[in-house]
């Protein structure tokens, strides 16, 4: 008759289960974790120490909440899903690195029946990088925006912004006012579309094109309507170069 196993010897599926476990888990990129309900890391794969600088042996000897910067403490342990009902919980924090300095990581954590919760994180510091720079540069534009819109409406020039297609992007308000227009009338619109003469606006069309083609700016002289009847005009046609 065969001894049967002690009860607390590991059956042989059981372990080799554990062992690939242990492999999948040390071989992810992102940061996985399981914590307890003291807030103590119990497990951590290798990732960890690859991104943040921390041995293994360091993050699990403090609690998480620890790491996490200061200003996001609060909305961390709201969103972390400690108190939720097994759902879950996506959520975003800067976590201290070894060497004083933050990365941003991206939560996905999982409540568990025991009261522990298993926790996958990924680093997307330059990620909020390039994010950080976009919100700068809409801010920049949103600015310059307003800028260009104030001097529009305040110079008492005629002044017209023509895309490369001939439309008009823009023009001052005493530039719409002396065609007979408002300057919502003129946008997205065509000098033939207005319904300017084509012997008065032929050669300023083909500055308009010698100007695109050339990269350099051009003066010249035009005989123009206004509400006060046909005047000459000097202009001036800059290129602006828009990356």
């Known amino acids: 008759m065969n001894n049967p196993k002690h009860p607390s010897e590991p059956t042989e599926p059981l372990a080799k289960a554990e062992s690939e476990l242990n492999a999948f888990f040390n071989l992810s990129l992102d940061l996985l974790g399981i914590c307890g309900q003291d807030r103590y890391f119990q497990k951590l794969n290798p990732a960890w ?61 999982l409540p568990h029946q025991n009261g522990c919760f ?4 990924k680093d997307i510091t330059e990620h909020k990088a390039v994010e950080l720079e976009l919100q700068q540069l ?26 490369r297609a001939g439309k008009y992007a823009d023009t001052s308000v005493a530039g719409a006012k002396a065609l007979g227009f408002q300057r919502s009338d003129i946008v997205g619109k065509t000098w033939q579309e207005l319904g300017l003469q084509p012997e008065n606006m032929g050669s300023i069309e083909a500055h308009h094109q010698t100007v695109f083609s050339t990269g350099q700016p051009m003066t010249g002289e035009a005989y123009l309507p206004a509400i006060e009847g046909f005047r000459h005009y000097e202009y001036n046609r800059p290129l602006a170069r828009i990356s």
């Open 138 to 163: 809409t801010a920049q534009v949103k600015q310059q925006s307003t800028n260009l819109d104030q001097i529009l409406s305040a110079s008492p020039d005629r002044i017209y912004l023509i895309d």
């Open 49 to 109: 120490e690859s991104v943040l600088g921390w041995t293994l042996e360091e993050l699990m000897s403090r609690p998480w909440i620890e790491f996490v910067h200061p200003d996001d403490v609060n909305a961390t342990l709201t969103a972390s899903g400690e108190s939720a009902d097994n759902a879950i919980a996506h959520f975003e924090n800067r976590y201290l690195c070894q060497d004083g300095s933050y990365r941003w990581l991206s939560w996905r954590t």
């Open 118 to 121: 298993y926790a996958v994180a």
